[in-house]
Each structure stands twice: as structure tokens, then as C-alpha cells.
């Protein structure tokens, strides 16, 4: 049996969408809507939900419930509200950000005499608070 060679095929049409930078940003959002999706599932799977219970509890169809699940739906926030309530985690992180200064720092000292390290927290007073950095986070 023979080996056919592979024919090189050409067609600008295939170029100009291979070039295409927009087609990064749709791989993106198939991307996170694929791994949404896959979050959904593990959960489902952790807490022995099927789809059938799944859809029972949202009051949907099974297959609307598959679709979903596919990884090619595009959720609406509602929709994503609804399921996270369901299996119980967050889907969208809808907190809000708060700014956090630090309570404390630490001195620090070396003696190069007695070869020791001393390490002592001093706590900080309101005027020292505000001169320091604020870093954020979120909180629920």
C-alpha cells in the first residue's frame, strides 16, 4: 500500500480568518464559557445532582439544561443567579470591593554582636494607618 503525498491547499479566505485578531477574543469567550461550564458540572457532580434534578429545580427542560451544559451557551446573569443558587457556589462574584489598611507591622532587628534576629509587631495608631498603603479586597 502506497503513501499518498498531501496536497498543499491554499485559500485566502482561510488565511484572512487564521490572521484575524477578532477570532481571539470570540476563542476567549468560548473558552470561559466552556469552563463555566465545566464548573457547573463538577459541582452538579459533587453534590449527585443529574441533569434531570438540575432542571426540576430551575424549572426548566432537561435539554434546555444540556444545552446549557455544553459549554456553548451564553448564560444571561439571571440565569447564572439561578444555578449558583441551586449548587451552591458563586458563579459571579458579586461583592462588593472594600479597601483593608493593615493593623500592624513588624520591626524587625539584627544584632550582628549576639548573631539574633528580633521580630516585634507594632501596632499601628490612626495617624500611622493613613500614611500607609491601602490594598483592596472583596468581601461578602
Same mark, same amino acid.
Not at 470561559?32 to 438540575?54: C, E, F, P, V
Not at 435539554?63 to 443558587?85: D, M, V
Given at each position: 500500500?502506497? !503513501?499518498?503525498? %498531501?496536497?498543499?491547499?491554499?485559500? &485566502?479566505?482561510?488565511?484572512?480568518? /487564521?490572521?484575524?485578531? =477578532?477570532? =481571539?477574543?470570540?476563542?476567549? /469567550?468560548?473558552?470561559?464559557?466552556?469552563?463555566?461550564?465545566? #464548573?457547573?458540572?463538577?459541582?452538579?457532580? !459533587? $453534590?449527585?445532582?443529574?441533569?434531570?434534578? /438540575?432542571?426540576?429545580?430551575? *424549572?426548566?427542560? &432537561?435539554?434546555?439544561?444540556?444545552?446549557?451544559? =455544553? *459549554?456553548?451557551?451564553?448564560?444571561?446573569?439571571?440565569? $447564572?443567579?439561578?444555578?449558583? #443558587?441551586?449548587? !451552591?457556589?458563586?458563579?459571579? %462574584?458579586?461583592?462588593?470591593?472594600?479597601?483593608?489598611?493593615? #493593623?500592624?507591622?513588624? %520591626?524587625?532587628?539584627?544584632?550582628?554582636?549576639?548573631?539574633?534576629?528580633?521580630?516585634?509587631?507594632?501596632?499601628?495608631?490612626?495617624?500611622?494607618? %493613613? !500614611? /500607609?498603603?491601602?490594598?483592596? #479586597?472583596?468581601?461578602?
Amino acid at each position: 500500500m502506497t !503513501k499518498k503525498k %498531501n496536497k498543499t491547499y491554499n485559500s &485566502p479566505l482561510i488565511d484572512s480568518i /487564521l490572521e484575524d485578531d =477578532s477570532n =481571539s477574543t470570540e476563542y476567549d /469567550l468560548v473558552k470561559n464559557r466552556m469552563l463555566l461550564a465545566s #464548573r457547573i458540572k463538577k459541582q452538579m457532580s !459533587k $453534590l449527585g445532582l443529574t441533569n434531570l434534578d /438540575l432542571a426540576k429545580e430551575l *424549572g426548566r427542560s &432537561p435539554s434546555l439544561i444540556s444545552k446549557w451544559l =455544553s *459549554g456553548t451557551h451564553n448564560f444571561t446573569a439571571n440565569t $447564572l443567579f439561578e444555578i449558583q #443558587r441551586v449548587i !451552591k457556589i458563586d458563579l459571579i %462574584n458579586n461583592c462588593e470591593e472594600k479597601l483593608v489598611k493593615p #493593623r500592624y507591622e513588624l %520591626n524587625i532587628s539584627f544584632s550582628k554582636e549576639d548573631e539574633t534576629i528580633s521580630v516585634s509587631p507594632n501596632y499601628m495608631t490612626q495617624n500611622n494607618l %493613613n !500614611k /500607609l498603603p491601602v490594598k483592596s #479586597r472583596y468581601e461578602c
